[in-house]
T-cell receptor
Framework: DTEVTQTPKHLVMGMTNKKSLKCEQHMGHRAMYWYKQKAKKPPELMFVYSYEKLSINESVPSRFSPECPNSSLLNLHLHALQPEDSALYLC?????????????FGEGSRLTVL | KQEVTQIPAALSVPEGENLVLNCSFTDSAIYNLQWFRQDPGKGLTSLLLIQSSQREQTSGRLNASLDKSSGRSTLYIAASQPGDSATYLCAVGAGNNRKLIWGLGTSLAVNP
């Protein structure tokens, strides 16, 4: 099983809403990532969890709050977002390594902020 | 600062052609290089991972090579099919963190 599953696939929210994106993998990977991707651009790294601990925060605004409840799950809590936060949010996982293991991505959650 | 460039930005070929996508990087101190495929509005699919000690990797009709000394990788697609139409992204793993440095991608259209 080489799947990373993301829910929901689409999300529309107002600027005052609170919502969450969810990600799950059962490959036994111990590194999990959140990326943000705008149209016709490569993904931008947001957060990295390694062994359920936050290891990298790429100076992401606090309106994005990641959580890693266990080794298979990764959440991204959203609050008071701005229209410019509309994007495809991608979750990925890999085996941690001295460098980087092969990255496996989910299908993404398409977020629209009104 | 590591920079990754992909040439060409777009490519349109007739079905059946063999084709080469190029990726270049400015700093040879990399851990690995990955090629991904992305269909419109979808997530990324990992195609091939080449570790820094390797020269090439093959999967089916795909072959990726790595020449660290010249800062280049190529993705060779044999006997292209319309289903190969997608954006192909190259990313290098470098530095002490788990950050990939990405190219802007090559948009490939294979015409029946």
């Amino acid at each position: 099983d080489t799947e990373v599953t993301q829910t929901p696939k689409h999300l529309v929210m107002g600027m005052t809403n609170k919502k969450s994106l969810k990600c799950e993998q059962h490959m036994g990977h111990r590194a999990m990532y959140w990326y943000k991707q705008k149209a016709k651009k490569p993904p931008e790294l947001m957060f990295v969890y390694s062994y359920e601990k936050l290891s990298i925060n790429e100076s992401v605004p606090s309106r994005f709050s990641p959580e890693c409840p266990n080794s298979s799950l990764l959440n991204l809590h959203l609050h008071a977002l701005q229209p410019e936060d509309s994007a495809l949010y991608l979750c990925a996982s890999s085996q941690p390594a001295a460098g980087l293991g092969e990255l496996f991505f989910g299908e993404g959650s398409r977020l629209t902020v009104l | 600062k590591q920079e990754v460039t992909q040439i060409p930005a777009a490519l349109s070929v007739p079905e059946g052609e063999n084709l080469v996508l190029n990726c270049s990087f400015t700093d040879s101190a990399i851990y690995n290089l990955q090629w991904f495929r992305q269909d419109p509005g979808k997530g990324l699919t990992s195609l091939l991972l080449i570790q820094s000690s390797q020269r090439e990797q093959t999967s089916g009709r795909l072959n990726a090579s790595l020449d660290k000394s010249s800062g280049r990788s190529t993705l060779y697609i044999a006997a292209s099919q319309p289903g190969d139409s997608a954006t192909y992204l190259c990313a290098v793993g470098a530095g002490n963190n788990r950050k990939l440095i990405w190219g802007l991608g090559t948009s490939l259209a294979v015409n029946p």
